[in-house]
């Protein structure tokens, strides 16, 4: 867990309420992260706010505006946003308790942990999040996070509660605007049936551990070999797709799947037929 919470404040259901940390349930320290240098001196570069008109900026000068229409900007000061004050900003509030279903996914955005903040606040915690857990449904509040406020689903795991930020309807795009452009085809349906077993071959349990990043795990591999002098061979193009027919292509991956699942029962029935023949033959023979 992170040493510092990304906020602090209080969970409350109705009259009951307790202190709470919220802390990202995800870290992007595993990402292999490029600095950019100097070619020829190797040191660092550095970004310097700089004014089309008069050059270098000094931060302190520096404003935030929002622009309102091309080239015309309204000027906010960090004193001003400050006293833009919500009442949701120390204490996240159960408001709903809604079927998980309910929540598009497009809407599920980070999650995050949230236990209680201090041993005081064991108990309150622990009958909040019993009641959520025996309700069988998820919790929807408020809070004010990073000057923005936010929609948080929580639901109880383990001895704590998880908590997503769910996206606000602005931020949520209509899918009509994209999947309204796909003509409405109905596919024929000896091929939708052989696409479905091929679906049954490839079924299995969800494991983390094999959707590894491959990007990343190259980039490392090549820091690594350049790390030791070596040099790196050019990777070949990826081959365009072949244009072949639609059917064909669905038995032959039908085909495919088979063969990966019944190799290795075939090749041991094969091994238990052929042991017991060649022994006791040996044996007589001599």
């Known amino acids: 867990m992170a040493t510092r919470p990304t906020w602090q404040g209080y969970l409350r259901l109705s009259l009951v309420s307790c202190p709470v940390a919220l802390y990202t349930a995800t870290a992007r320290s595993g990402d292999v992260h490029f600095n950019m240098l100097h070619k020829e001196t190797m040191n660092r570069i550095k970004m310097i706010p700089t004014d089309p008109e008069t050059g270098p900026v000094d931060r302190a000068d520096i404003v935030k505006g929002f622009e309102i229409s091309k080239g015309h900007y309204v000027v906010v000061t960090d004193e001003e946003i400050k006293n833009v004050r919500l009442e949701t900003t120390r204490t996240l509030d159960i408001e709903r308790f809604v079927d998980e279903d309910d929540i598009d996914r497009l809407y599920w955005n980070a999650p995050y942990f949230l236990p209680p903040d201090g041993d005081m606040a064991v108990e309150a915690f622990a009958v909040i999040r019993e009641s959520m857990e025996r309700a069988g449904k998820v919790a929807l509040g408020r809070l ?125 029935a094969t091994a238990k037929k052929k042991a017991p023949a060649k022994k006791p033959a040996a044996r007589k023979r001599a």
């Open 144 to 268: 004010v996070m990073h000057q923005r406020e936010r929609l948080m689903a929580l639901e109880p795991r383990d001895r704590g509660i998880l908590a997503y930020t769910i996206r606000s309807n602005r931020e949520v795009k209509d899918a009509k605007e994209v999947f309204d452009r796909i003509p409405n085809e109905k596919p024929p349906a000896a091929m939708v049936e052989i696409a479905e077993k091929i679906i049954g071959q490839l079924e299995g349990p969800f494991d983390p551990s094999k959707f590894n990043d491959r990007y990343e795990d190259a980039l490392r591999d090549l820091i690594r070999q350049k790390e030791k002098g070596h040099g790196v061979e050019k990777v070949e193009e990826p081959k365009e797709a072949e244009v072949i027919d639609l059917m064909e292509a669905l038995k032959r991956s039908l085909g495919q799947g088979g063969e990966r699942r019944k190799t290795p029962a075939r090749k041991a």
